[in-house]
Protein backbone atom coordinates (compact mmCIF):
# COMPACT_ATOMS: atom_id res chain seq x y z
CA UNK A 1 0.00 0.00 0.00
CA UNK A 2 1.23 3.33 -0.83
CA UNK A 3 1.90 5.83 2.48
CA UNK A 4 1.20 9.42 1.95
CA UNK A 5 2.81 11.79 4.71
CA UNK A 6 1.89 15.24 3.48
CA UNK A 7 2.05 16.89 7.01
CA UNK A 8 4.99 15.82 7.95
CA UNK A 9 6.50 17.04 4.82
CA UNK A 10 5.00 20.10 5.23
CA UNK A 11 6.17 20.05 8.81
CA UNK A 12 9.91 19.18 8.16
CA UNK A 13 9.51 22.28 4.90
CA UNK A 14 8.44 25.15 6.99
CA UNK A 15 10.27 24.25 10.12
CA UNK A 16 13.37 24.52 8.45
CA UNK A 17 12.48 27.51 6.05
CA UNK A 18 11.05 29.90 9.26
CA UNK A 19 14.81 28.18 11.19
CA UNK A 20 17.01 29.22 8.43
CA UNK A 21 15.12 32.94 7.98
CA UNK A 22 15.16 33.61 11.23
CA UNK A 23 19.26 32.79 11.98
CA UNK A 24 19.92 34.85 8.80
CA UNK A 25 18.14 37.68 10.13
CA UNK A 26 19.99 37.62 13.53
CA UNK A 27 23.48 37.26 11.06
CA UNK A 28 22.73 40.50 9.38
CA UNK A 29 21.70 42.35 12.30
CA UNK A 30 23.73 41.73 14.80
CA UNK A 31 26.69 43.39 13.30
CA UNK A 32 24.75 46.03 11.64
CA UNK A 33 23.27 46.44 15.57
CA UNK A 34 26.96 47.07 16.70
CA UNK A 35 27.85 49.49 13.71
CA UNK A 36 25.06 51.46 14.69
CA UNK A 37 25.70 51.95 18.30
CA UNK A 38 29.85 52.24 17.41
CA UNK A 39 28.82 54.82 14.88
CA UNK A 40 25.88 56.72 17.42
CA UNK A 41 28.92 57.13 20.13
CA UNK A 42 31.10 58.33 17.42
CA UNK A 43 28.54 61.07 16.44
CA UNK A 44 28.22 62.20 20.02
CA UNK A 45 31.31 63.78 19.83
CA UNK A 46 31.56 65.23 16.47
CA UNK A 47 29.17 68.08 14.65
CA UNK A 48 26.31 66.58 12.46
CA UNK A 49 28.54 67.17 9.00
CA UNK A 50 31.25 65.42 10.77
CA UNK A 51 31.81 60.96 9.06
CA UNK A 52 31.44 59.04 12.08
CA UNK A 53 34.48 57.04 12.53
CA UNK A 54 35.03 53.62 14.21
CA UNK A 55 37.86 52.54 16.46
CA UNK A 56 39.82 49.42 16.53
CA UNK A 57 38.17 48.09 19.62
CA UNK A 58 34.85 48.20 17.87
CA UNK A 59 35.74 46.98 14.34
CA UNK A 60 37.35 43.94 16.09
CA UNK A 61 33.88 43.30 17.32
CA UNK A 62 32.46 43.98 14.60
CA UNK A 63 34.71 41.25 13.03
CA UNK A 64 33.86 39.03 15.35
CA UNK A 65 30.43 39.55 16.14
CA UNK A 66 30.04 38.73 11.63
CA UNK A 67 32.25 35.76 12.07
CA UNK A 68 30.16 34.36 14.75
CA UNK A 69 26.81 35.04 12.92
CA UNK A 70 28.39 33.64 9.96
CA UNK A 71 28.96 30.13 11.82
CA UNK A 72 25.44 30.53 12.80
CA UNK A 73 24.06 30.44 9.57
CA UNK A 74 25.88 27.90 8.00
CA UNK A 75 25.33 25.90 11.28
CA UNK A 76 22.11 26.40 10.74
CA UNK A 77 21.62 26.18 6.58
CA UNK A 78 23.46 22.52 7.88
CA UNK A 79 20.49 21.21 9.65
CA UNK A 80 18.10 22.62 7.73
CA UNK A 81 19.46 20.42 4.28
CA UNK A 82 19.59 17.39 6.69
CA UNK A 83 16.04 17.76 7.05
CA UNK A 84 15.66 18.04 3.65
CA UNK A 85 17.70 14.95 3.06
CA UNK A 86 15.47 12.79 5.34
CA UNK A 87 12.43 13.57 3.95
CA UNK A 88 13.93 13.02 0.50
CA UNK A 89 14.86 9.85 1.55
CA UNK A 90 11.13 9.26 2.64
CA UNK A 91 10.11 10.16 -0.22
CA UNK A 92 12.17 8.49 -2.22
CA UNK A 93 11.13 5.35 -0.19
CA UNK A 94 7.45 5.94 -1.47
CA UNK A 95 8.51 6.16 -5.13
CA UNK A 96 10.19 2.77 -4.87
CA UNK A 97 7.44 1.55 -3.58
CA UNK A 98 5.45 2.93 -6.13
CA UNK A 99 7.45 1.84 -8.70
CA UNK A 100 6.71 -1.66 -7.63
CA UNK A 101 3.54 -1.10 -6.99
CA UNK A 102 2.81 -0.49 -10.99
CA UNK A 103 5.28 -2.90 -11.65
CA UNK A 104 2.96 -5.72 -10.06
CA UNK A 105 -0.29 -4.44 -11.58
CA UNK A 106 0.62 -4.79 -15.05
CA UNK A 107 1.64 -8.39 -15.01
CA UNK A 108 -1.91 -8.23 -13.21
CA UNK A 109 -3.63 -6.39 -15.42
CA UNK A 110 -2.10 -8.94 -18.24
CA UNK A 111 -2.72 -11.94 -16.98
CA UNK A 112 -6.92 -10.44 -16.45
CA UNK A 113 -6.65 -10.35 -12.67
CA UNK A 114 -7.46 -6.92 -12.24
CA UNK A 115 -8.68 -3.80 -14.05
CA UNK A 116 -7.20 -1.15 -16.14
CA UNK A 117 -8.03 1.60 -13.78
CA UNK A 118 -5.85 0.07 -10.84
CA UNK A 119 -3.22 0.21 -12.80
CA UNK A 120 -3.88 3.65 -13.43
CA UNK A 121 -3.89 4.48 -10.22
CA UNK A 122 -0.42 2.97 -9.45
CA UNK A 123 0.82 5.15 -12.10
CA UNK A 124 -0.69 8.22 -10.96
CA UNK A 125 0.58 7.21 -7.37
CA UNK A 126 3.75 6.99 -8.95
CA UNK A 127 4.02 10.07 -10.62
CA UNK A 128 3.21 12.03 -7.69
CA UNK A 129 5.61 10.09 -5.82
CA UNK A 130 8.52 11.70 -8.59
CA UNK A 131 7.33 14.73 -8.25
CA UNK A 132 7.32 15.05 -4.54
CA UNK A 133 11.45 13.73 -5.01
CA UNK A 134 12.09 16.46 -7.93
CA UNK A 135 10.65 19.25 -5.55
CA UNK A 136 12.41 18.88 -2.48
CA UNK A 137 15.58 17.59 -4.88
CA UNK A 138 15.19 21.23 -6.45
CA UNK A 139 14.62 23.02 -2.93
CA UNK A 140 18.19 21.44 -1.71
CA UNK A 141 19.92 22.79 -4.54
CA UNK A 142 18.28 26.11 -4.57
CA UNK A 143 19.26 26.03 -0.54
CA UNK A 144 22.89 25.47 -1.42
CA UNK A 145 23.18 27.86 -4.28
CA UNK A 146 21.72 30.58 -1.73
CA UNK A 147 24.22 29.63 0.92
CA UNK A 148 26.99 29.50 -1.65
CA UNK A 149 26.00 33.32 -2.66
CA UNK A 150 26.20 34.17 1.47
CA UNK A 151 29.35 32.73 1.36
CA UNK A 152 31.32 34.16 -1.19
CA UNK A 153 29.96 37.74 -0.73
CA UNK A 154 31.95 37.55 2.61
CA UNK A 155 34.50 36.56 0.52
CA UNK A 156 34.16 39.56 -1.82
CA UNK A 157 33.44 41.88 0.91
CA UNK A 158 37.53 41.16 2.34
CA UNK A 159 38.17 42.05 -1.33
CA UNK A 160 38.74 45.25 -3.83
CA UNK A 161 36.43 43.23 -6.00
CA UNK A 162 33.96 45.85 -6.02
CA UNK A 163 35.86 47.69 -9.53
CA UNK A 164 34.66 47.01 -12.61
CA UNK A 165 37.05 44.13 -14.33
CA UNK A 166 37.95 40.21 -13.54
CA UNK A 167 38.42 39.13 -10.16
CA UNK A 168 40.23 35.65 -9.79
CA UNK A 169 40.80 34.15 -6.65
CA UNK A 170 42.10 30.48 -6.14
CA UNK A 171 39.49 29.72 -3.64
CA UNK A 172 35.79 30.19 -4.01
CA UNK A 173 34.60 33.09 -5.97
CA UNK A 174 35.18 34.49 -9.92
CA UNK A 175 33.73 37.72 -10.45
CA UNK A 176 33.58 40.40 -13.47
CA UNK A 177 31.62 43.04 -12.99
CA UNK A 178 30.50 44.11 -16.28
CA UNK A 179 29.78 47.84 -18.16
CA UNK A 180 26.64 46.17 -19.86
CA UNK A 181 23.27 46.41 -18.84
CA UNK A 182 21.72 43.07 -17.92
CA UNK A 183 18.30 42.21 -18.05
CA UNK A 184 16.31 39.15 -17.63
CA UNK A 185 15.68 39.12 -21.46
CA UNK A 186 18.94 38.62 -21.83
CA UNK A 187 19.09 35.28 -21.08
CA UNK A 188 17.71 34.02 -24.29
CA UNK A 189 20.80 35.33 -26.14
CA UNK A 190 23.04 33.38 -23.10
CA UNK A 191 21.29 30.31 -24.00
CA UNK A 192 21.46 30.91 -27.51
CA UNK A 193 25.36 30.85 -27.34
CA UNK A 194 24.82 27.78 -25.12
CA UNK A 195 23.27 25.89 -26.96
CA UNK A 196 25.20 26.35 -30.21
CA UNK A 197 28.57 25.58 -28.28
CA UNK A 198 26.93 22.41 -26.23
CA UNK A 199 24.41 21.20 -28.04
CA UNK A 200 22.00 21.29 -25.09
CA UNK A 201 19.84 24.32 -23.55
CA UNK A 202 21.28 26.47 -20.77
CA UNK A 203 20.94 24.29 -17.51
CA UNK A 204 19.04 27.32 -15.71
CA UNK A 205 18.07 26.20 -11.95
CA UNK A 206 16.95 29.73 -10.78
CA UNK A 207 15.68 32.84 -13.33
CA UNK A 208 14.59 35.94 -11.11
CA UNK A 209 12.89 35.90 -8.04
CA UNK A 210 11.46 32.54 -6.53
CA UNK A 211 9.86 31.13 -3.39
CA UNK A 212 13.20 30.18 -1.95
CA UNK A 213 14.49 33.49 -2.33
CA UNK A 214 11.29 34.86 -1.14
CA UNK A 215 11.51 32.47 2.05
CA UNK A 216 14.78 33.29 2.77
CA UNK A 217 14.72 37.21 1.69
CA UNK A 218 16.85 37.19 -1.12
CA UNK A 219 16.90 40.04 -3.67
CA UNK A 220 17.25 38.14 -7.20
CA UNK A 221 14.68 39.47 -9.04
CA UNK A 222 17.04 40.77 -12.22
CA UNK A 223 19.01 37.65 -11.34
CA UNK A 224 19.72 33.73 -13.16
CA UNK A 225 21.54 30.90 -11.48
CA UNK A 226 23.02 28.52 -14.06
CA UNK A 227 23.77 24.93 -12.25
CA UNK A 228 27.21 24.68 -13.91
CA UNK A 229 30.50 24.07 -11.99
CA UNK A 230 32.57 27.07 -12.82
CA UNK A 231 35.68 24.77 -13.57
CA UNK A 232 34.10 22.89 -15.73
CA UNK A 233 34.67 23.47 -19.51
CA UNK A 234 30.59 24.81 -20.01
CA UNK A 235 31.75 26.47 -17.07
CA UNK A 236 34.91 28.13 -18.78
CA UNK A 237 33.14 28.72 -21.92
CA UNK A 238 29.81 30.21 -20.36
CA UNK A 239 32.62 32.72 -17.76
CA UNK A 240 34.43 33.59 -21.22
CA UNK A 241 31.18 34.38 -23.20
CA UNK A 242 29.61 36.47 -20.59
CA UNK A 243 33.30 38.23 -20.59
CA UNK A 244 33.09 39.30 -23.72
CA UNK A 245 29.52 40.94 -23.96
CA UNK A 246 30.61 42.55 -21.04
CA UNK A 247 27.51 40.91 -18.64
CA UNK A 248 27.99 40.94 -14.39
CA UNK A 249 28.35 37.28 -13.15
CA UNK A 250 29.41 35.86 -9.84
CA UNK A 251 31.35 32.10 -10.51
CA UNK A 252 30.70 30.48 -7.39
CA UNK A 253 32.84 26.74 -6.83
CA UNK A 254 31.11 25.92 -3.74
CA UNK A 255 29.62 27.02 -0.41
CA UNK A 256 30.83 24.54 2.52
CA UNK A 257 33.81 22.21 2.01
CA UNK A 258 32.95 18.22 2.07
CA UNK A 259 28.85 19.56 2.28
CA UNK A 260 26.93 21.45 0.41
CA UNK A 261 28.99 22.57 -3.07
CA UNK A 262 26.27 25.04 -4.18
CA UNK A 263 28.54 25.32 -7.33
CA UNK A 264 26.92 27.25 -10.07
CA UNK A 265 27.17 30.90 -12.02
CA UNK A 266 25.13 33.62 -10.76
CA UNK A 267 24.08 35.94 -13.53
CA UNK A 268 23.36 39.08 -13.04
CA UNK A 269 23.68 41.72 -9.85
CA UNK A 270 24.79 39.81 -6.62
CA UNK A 271 21.35 38.95 -4.60
CA UNK A 272 21.10 41.07 -1.91
CA UNK A 273 18.80 41.38 1.20
CA UNK A 274 15.31 42.28 0.83
CA UNK A 275 14.62 45.19 2.86
CA UNK A 276 11.33 46.50 4.35
CA UNK A 277 10.24 49.93 5.87
Do not use: C
Not at 59 to 66: D, F, I, R, S, V
Not at 195 to 204: D, I, N, Q, T
Not at 224 to 244: C, F, N, R, T
Amino acid sequence: MFHKKPKVEDSLWRRGVALLAVTFILAIAAPLALAQKAAGRKSKSRSANATPKVSKEDAKKLAEAASQSRANLLSTSNAYRESLEILLELQRQDESRATEIVGKRKELLDLGVIAKRELEEGERALVEAQGKVAETTKRIAEVDQLMAEVTAAEELAKTAAERLGLYRSGGLVVRYAGASHWALSDLAKVDAFFRLKFARPLPVSAVGQTETHNQLGFDHREAVDVAIHPDSAEGQALISYLASQGVSFIAIRGAIPGSATGAHIHIGPPSKRITTH
